[in-house]
């Protein structure tokens, strides 16, 4: 199994311009979540989904859009992108809810705008 | 404000000695998480406690829940520099989304 794997791995972008931030997983878990980590921040949660077809807010949704129409699959995009989005994103997957459950991360996307 | 606030923030030490992180909450958790994460990869979960007053021991590293269950801690017996990494506390609190906290960075120098 590759577990959590994310694309790319580093982005450089000018303001304004849009991207997408690809996600998937090969453990068949339906709970997938987006995060970003800045320096001394620890992780926020952006946006999750709790199965296909399904996804909600997080912590810090504004900025961010999401869908999951596979259960692989979770994009993370950014319409129109700000210096305040400069940050690591990661994506992680779990088997089930609940507070004992793992999490699975991928390797995480760096991105910078300028 | 972090619901869960780690300390120190840094700690630079020797290979051999030993060290501690911390993880504090004003909240009750029913359980906390520890994960740690290396330069240029994602978190990967090392324990999660579940009882107040709990300790669980993973090799060279020592976890222990508070009796309260509002703070946890890590202790590293003889570092070594493949502890070099983020250390993170994780709590759900009342839910399944975790709250993380901003974690602490241990460097172990040979």
């Known amino acids: 199994n590759a577990g959590v794997t994310q694309t790319p791995k580093f982005r450089i972008l000018k303001i304004g311009q849009s991207m997408t931030l690809q996600c998937a997983q090969d453990?068949?878990?339906?709970?997938m979540y987006w995060y970003r980590q800045d320096p001394g921040m620890g992780l926020k949660l952006i946006y999750y989904s709790v199965g296909a077809g399904i996804t909600d807010k997080g912590e810090v949704p504004n900025g961010y859009n999401v869908s999951r129409s596979t259960t692989e699959d979770f994009p993370l995009r950014l319409e129109l992108a700000a210096p305040s989005q400069t940050s690591v994103y990661f994506c992680?997957?779990?088997?089930?809810?609940?507070?004992?459950?793992?999490?699975?991360f991928g390797p995480g996307t760096r991105l910078l705008v300028l | 404000t972090q619901l869960l606030e780690q300390s120190p923030q840094f700690l630079s030490i020797q290979e051999g000695e030993n060290l501690t992180v911390y993880c504090n909450s004003s909240s009750v958790f029913s359980s906390l998480q520890w994960y740690r994460q290396e330069p240029g990869e994602g978190p990967v979960l090392l324990v999660t406690v579940v009882t107040g007053g709990e300790v669980k021991k993973l090799k060279r590293l020592t976890f222990q829940f508070g009796d309260a269950r509002k703070d946890s801690s890590l202790h590293i017996t003889a570092a070594q520099p493949g502890d070099t990494g983020l250390y993170l506390c994780a709590g759900a609190p009342g839910d399944y989304k975790l709250s993380f906290g901003a974690g602490t960075t241990v460097t172990v120098r040979a």
């Open positions: 992680a997957s779990s088997n089930r809810a609940g507070e004992l459950e793992t999490q699975y």
């Open positions: 453990m068949n878990h339906n709970y």
